[in-house]
């Protein structure tokens, strides 16, 4: 399974943007790149998810390089509430093989 | 409500007790998995189940049984607990390819969590 780096942590102003790197330089071409995060201890929250193209949602937007060799997740406009870890997780072509954590970007949104 | 359901939220165990985490999902998901989470630290997976009937080990199973007689659940077990197994505990589960979707895409579903305390 492809493995994820991401920095320890961010900190960003709220009302900018947010920008989460992620890299994942073994990605398969079948695998997709998902984003979680985990507000204070409750279950990990499904942001986005993409394979090649960018994708955007009412949360997020999602950048995958041509390459597919990294990423950024983009929140358009940080609020407090954003303030959490956020997980980039490469999701296996087999749906039937376990998905692996890494440890996260703790993002800390600052007035 | 669709979703995954943890019980006890909360539990204090002592050293060498057992008990039973619960998990069930309503969403008729073929995967399952648990997950632990210590103070500080990401996710690590225990056991993991892709249907009735079959299971197999994760980066963590030492001192965990898991059994999946039915879809819908999915127990972990801790035989003799041990301070060491003090952590909050994730229940997840996702569909196999092909089942309809309920929710947001094919994503993966996370219960609130079972906090765990071993005195």
């Known amino acids: 399974d492809a493995k994820t780096t991401q920095p320890t942590s961010m900190d960003c102003a709220e009302g900018r943007a947010a920008n989460l790197p992620c890299n994942h330089s073994?990605?398969?071409?079948?695998?997709?790149v998902y984003w979680y995060r985990q507000i204070h201890s409750q279950g990990p929250q499904y942001i986005i998810h993409g394979l090649k193209n960018n994708e955007t949602n009412e949360m997020a937007s999602l950048i995958i390089t041509e390459d597919r060799k990294s990423s950024t997740l983009i929140l358009p406009h940080a609020t407090l509430r954003d303030t959490a870890v956020y997980y980039c997780i490469v999701r296996p072509f087999r749906w039937n093989t376990p998905l692996v954590f890494g440890k996260g970007t703790r993002l800390s949104v600052i007035a | 409500n669709a979703g995954v359901t943890q019980t006890p939220k909360f539990q204090v165990l002592k050293t060498g007790q057992s008990m039973t985490l619960q998990c069930a999902q309503d969403?008729?998901?073929?995967?399952m998995s648990w997950y632990r989470q210590d103070p500080g630290m990401g996710l690590r997976l225990i056991h993991y189940s892709v249907g009735a009937g079959i299971t197999d080990q994760g980066e963590v199973p030492n001192g965990y049984n898991v059994s999946r007689s039915t879809t819908e659940d999915f127990p972990l077990r801790l035989l003799s607990a041990a301070p060491s197994q003090t952590s909050v505990y994730f229940c997840?589960?996702?569909?196999?390819?092909?089942?309809?979707?309920?929710?947001?895409?094919?994503?993966?579903?996370f219960g609130e969590g079972s906090w765990l305390t071993v005195v």
């Open positions: 997840a589960s996702r569909p196999a390819p092909g089942q309809p979707n309920i929710g947001t895409g094919n994503t993966i579903y």
């Open positions: 969403m008729n998901h073929e995967y």
């Open positions: 073994t990605i398969s071409g079948n695998e997709y």
